[in-house]
């Protein structure tokens, strides 16, 4: 296991309560240098505030954490001089250009006009060029989340926290800022923490997956790894009626290494899921249960979700 | 090519950072700045006309046009700053990414008052234009108009102590914007129209407790001879309020960026 001093990121038993609300209820992580690490969780699951934890904003209540090595709560602004942060909602000010937001940024992290300058030209990809010397005011949602990134990369961070980098992006930007996290960890071996309540976004891009869930960490390991945990293929049964008459039906059928039921849905996992779905459908039939949809698939990291949570990630998901 | 990395910009330099942004947006805060000029210019020309005559039965030794500017300065800097512009930065999460910088706290607040300080300049230079068109003259010529505008922005940035103690307390504009009832009791109880000789005795009173008394006997003491001691007063009276209102506004700021 990676100590304090060489973990990007390390929690221990980190916690917040506000009030009566355990908002982050004892975490345990590890983020190795060079590492994407994606925080999976739904909206008030603890996400941000367990980021703002992390980047110095907001104390624990119980729990210490580090960033490179660093005690977020005992040695603050030595931290903030390792990390780049967007937060969830972008902080601009509407009265600034972008160029100018991107300057004062730098200026205070110590950048000469020079360095400034060079970094922009550096971070043209996720921004729009020819909008910098605008008001952020008039900017488009997408374009001042764009610009909030890049905000957190003037001065080269080595560990860059993204909570929840893409929500409220159209698609192409989402994929911009896709590809720049790519690029940020591969050419220039940057650490990225990010916050995500998309499952494609955190299969795309983390190394590592940690899925929170009312404060606690219910699941961590690679996106492979945690699917693989469900089984190679799932069959899901949506059905109107008795769920306990297909539980009944489903029961010891051969093939299955695990069956379960959340609420309407009934999930079949196997090693081979091609030769368990006759089964499957010929058993709910003979059962009279009255199905609306039989499919077969990989499990993604919503069944994870399901599985260590009972409940899908967002409300509604299928 | 050398990476860039980040390092301490040195606290002078964060401060100059601060207020360069500031600065920069003061054009356009246009709506804000339009009523700051109007309203001192508007009640020198009606304090004039309405009151010159019957200043006429008062102890009053300067040309009362002279005795309106000052207070047409007081009304031009007085609770004029940019912690309207602050609280929005907090609301909007602006104020979270200077958080998130290795920033001097002090200096966010530094920042934002040296910002005061030019707009509180621009804004005085126009009502002593006014001033000059209206026929008041300095017997203490130009060194005594520069030391005229220079007291009174010393006043503006020492008052905004109050409104930014607010601002960062609340982080609420509207509680920002009530906070210029504050200055009433400073502005009007005080010797705005007449003499502390020509007032009935609770209001004299409490005159002579108001800072604002003595900035604007040291202001017009400009318009006679050079004053030594009404100025030194007017300066302490700076000082005085100086302590208590940026007292207040550090000690919200501290209050502000603890991690809580």
């Not at chain 1, 210490?64 to 972008?90: K, N, S, Y």
């Not at chain 2, 100059?16 to 309203?39: K, M, T």
């Not at chain 2, 607010?166 to 009007?188: D, E, H, Q």
């Not at chain 2, 109880?189 to 209001?203: I, K, N, Q, R």
């Given at each position: ?5 060489d973990?990007a ?18 975490i ?24 703002r934890?992390?980047?110095?904003l ?8 580090w ?6 709560v ?8 390792l990390?780049g ?7 601009l000010?509407k ?9 004062t940024?730098?200026r205070?992290?110590g ?11 550096e ?7 020819p ?30 926290f ?7 992006l ?7 800022v ?9 050419e220039?071996g ?24 009312a ?10 790894d945690?699917?693989r945990s ?16 297909a ?26 899921g091609?030769?368990?779905l006759s ?11 009255s199905?609306r ?10 069944d ?9 990630l ?5 | 090519?050398?990476?860039i ?9 964060d401060?100059a ?5 500031s ?7 246009i ?18 006309g309405?009151l010159?005559n019957?200043?006429?039965?008062t ?48 200096a ?5 008052m ?5 707009l509180v300049?621009?804004?005085?230079i126009p009502?002593v234009?006014?001033?000059?068109i209206i ?11 520069v ?9 503006g ?15 609420n ?10 200055f ?38 400009l318009?006679i ?27 919200a700021?501290?209050?502000r960026?603890?991690?809580?």
């Amino acid at each position: 296991m990676a100590t304090a001093r060489d973990a990007a990121v390390r929690a221990q038993g980190l916690a917040r309560r506000f009030g009566d609300l355990d908002a982050v209820a004892g975490i345990d992580l590890e983020v190795e240098p060079g590492e994407i690490y994606g925080f999976l969780g739904p909206n008030g699951a603890g996400k941000s505030t367990v980021v703002r934890m992390l980047t110095t904003l907001l104390a624990p209540t119980a729990g210490r954490a580090w960033v490179g090595g660093v005690d977020v709560v005992e040695r603050p602004g030595d931290v903030r001089f390792l990390i780049g942060v967007a937060l969830q909602e972008a902080g601009l000010d509407k009265k600034m250009t972008g160029r100018e937001v991107l300057v004062t940024q730098g200026r205070l992290f110590g950048l000469t006009r020079a360095e400034i300058d060079r970094r922009i030209d550096e971070l043209s990809p996720i921004l729009d060029m020819p909008a910098l010397d605008r008001l952020v005011g008039t900017y488009s949602g997408g374009m001042a989340r764009r610009l909030d990134v890049a905000a957190g990369l003037v001065h080269n961070p080595k560990v860059l926290f993204l909570d929840e980098p893409t929500t409220g992006l159209d698609p192409p930007g989402r994929v911009r800022v896709w590809e720049e996290v790519r690029r940020l960890n591969e050419e220039m071996g940057m650490t990225l923490f990010l916050t995500t309540q998309y499952l494609e976004e955190a299969d795309e891009l983390a190394d590592r997956v940690g899925i929170i869930d009312a404060g606690k960490l219910v699941a961590e390991g690679t996106p492979a790894d945690l699917k693989r945990s469900i089984g190679i293929d799932v069959i899901t049964a949506h059905i109107d009626g008795d769920a306990a008459a297909a539980m009944d039906a489903l029961a010891g059928i051969e093939g299955a290494s695990s069956v379960d039921q959340f609420g309407s849905e009934v999930r079949v996992s196997a090693t081979n899921g091609g030769r368990l779905l006759s089964p499957v459908a010929l058993a709910l039939d003979r059962a009279g249960v009255s199905v609306r949809e039989l499919a077969m698939r990989t499990p993604t990291l919503d069944d994870v979700f399901l599985d260590v949570t009972g409940h899908h990630l967002k409300a509604g998901a299928t | 090519m050398t990476a860039i990395t980040a390092r301490p910009a040195g606290f002078f330099r964060d401060v100059a950072s601060i207020a360069a942004r500031s600065v920069r947006q003061l054009p356009r805060d246009i709506e804000f700045i339009g009523p700051a000029l109007f309203i001192p210019v508007f009640f020198l020309i009606v304090n004039v006309g309405s009151l010159q005559n019957v200043a006429g039965f008062t102890d009053i030794q300067i040309d009362y046009k002279a005795y309106q500017l000052p207070v047409a300065i007081v009304f031009a800097v007085t609770g004029v700053t940019r912690a309207q512009a602050l609280v929005l930065n907090i609301q909007e999460g602006y104020f979270d990414r200077l958080m998130l910088t290795p920033v001097s706290r002090r200096a966010l607040l530094l920042g934002h008052m040296a910002a005061d300080f030019v707009l509180v300049i621009c804004l005085s230079i126009p009502v002593v234009i006014v001033g000059f068109i209206i026929g008041v003259r300095f017997p203490t010529g130009p060194l005594g108009v520069v030391v005229f505008i220079l007291i009174a922005a010393l006043w503006g940035v020492a008052y905004t102590g109050i409104p930014y103690a607010i601002a960062l307390k609340t982080g609420n504009p509207g509680a920002v914007n009530s906070s210029f009832m504050l200055f009433f009791p400073f502005a009007f109880l005080t010797t705005s129209y007449v003499p502390v000789e020509a007032m009935t005795g609770w209001m004299a009173t409490i005159a002579r407790y108001n800072p604002v008394t003595y900035l604007l006997a040291g202001l017009r003491s400009l318009f006679i001879e050079w004053q030594w001691d009404e100025l030194g007063k007017s300066l302490i009276a700076i000082g005085a309020l100086a302590l208590v209102s940026q007292s207040m506004s550090f000690k919200a700021l501290n209050g502000r960026v603890k991690q809580k």
